[in-house]
Nanobody
Framework: QVQLVESGGGLVQPGGSLRLSCAASGFIFSSYAMSWYRQAPGKERELVAIIGSTGSSPHYANSVKGRFTISRDNARNTVLLQMNSLKPEDTAVYYC?????????WGQGTQVTVSS
């Protein structure tokens, strides 16, 4: 079955960096686009970044453009989110998401807290 497992979250000071990782299994990873979403307390889940199946055409939310970079390693079935220049408003639970054969799959999420 499809599984997505995120890791790499934590507490970081404003201006710091974190790298999130999502390990995928149960499907042909290299055939599907992958996304990162986030949900802050009291807010709706929002798209952070999406990357095509071959690593092409990354797209970012305006709020993270220039600070976050999405990438993937199809040999390791992994999608990454490098987050730099973090701000307190980046605090959220970050989720990996994939649409596989018309079904949407989510990871369990990883908490990112940006605070001094």
């Amino acid at each position: 079955q499809v599984q997505l497992v995120e890791s790499g979250g934590g507490l970081v000071q404003p201006g710091g960096s974190l790298r999130l990782s999502c390990a995928a299994s149960g499907f042909i990873f290299s055939s599907y686009a992958m996304s990162w979403y986030r949900q802050a307390p009291g807010k709706e889940r929002e798209l952070v970044a999406i990357i095509g199946s071959t690593g092409s055409s990354p797209h970012y939310a305006n709020s993270v453009k220039g600070r976050f970079t999405i990438s993937r390693d199809n040999a390791r079935n992994t999608v990454l989110l490098q987050m730099n220049s973090l701000k307190p408003e980046d605090t959220a639970v970050y989720y990996c998401m994939g649409v596989v054969d018309y079904s949407t799959y989510w990871g369990q999420g990883t908490q990112v807290t940006v605070s001094s």
